[in-house]
């Protein structure tokens, strides 16, 4: 059984940076897309990061146009841990943060939503102006 657990959220000021972490286990498929996304009180999920990674070759990864260039997805193997480096931080990134996790790397290259079937609890983050 697949459990994803996020942690690192909190409240910054805009400019400011988080770490978030997802801690994976029960993965069993050799190939897998482990993503971030997030969801706005009144708005729908939304997929912000997605790290796809399939037997010894480089990790693929994969942004919401929004976070380019602000947000990192990257991955710890011997943790199985993913991480979501977020700087310059803006209200707008204002949500619940959520992990999820697929076999496919089709779910990382759209980051939608209904493609996971596996997901975690969620962590908040809040940016204040």
């Known amino acids: 059984q697949v459990q994803l657990v996020e942690s690192g959220g909190g409240a910054v000021q805009t400019g400011g940076s988080l770490t978030l972490s997802c801690a994976a286990s029960?993965?069993?498929?050799?190939?897998?897309?482990i993503a971030w996304f997030r969801q706005a009180p009144g708005k729908e999920r939304e997929g912000v990061a997605g790290?796809?990674?399939?037997?010894?070759?480089?990790?693929?990864?994969y942004y919401h146009r929004s976070v380019k260039g602000r947000f990192t997805i990257s991955q710890d193997n011997a943790n199985d841990a993913v991480y979501l480096q977020m700087n310059g931080l803006k209200p707008e990134d204002t949500a619940m943060y959520y992990c999820?996790?697929?076999?496919?790397?089709?779910?990382?290259?759209?980051?939608?939503?209904?493609?996971?079937?596996?997901w975690g609890q969620g962590t908040q983050v809040a940016v204040s102006s």
């Open positions: 999820a996790a697929d076999r496919r790397e089709n779910s990382c290259t759209t980051l939608v939503p209904w493609y996971f079937p596996d």
């Open positions: 029960g993965i069993t498929y050799s190939r897998k897309c």
């Open positions: 790290l796809y990674t399939h037997a010894d070759s480089t990790p693929q990864t």
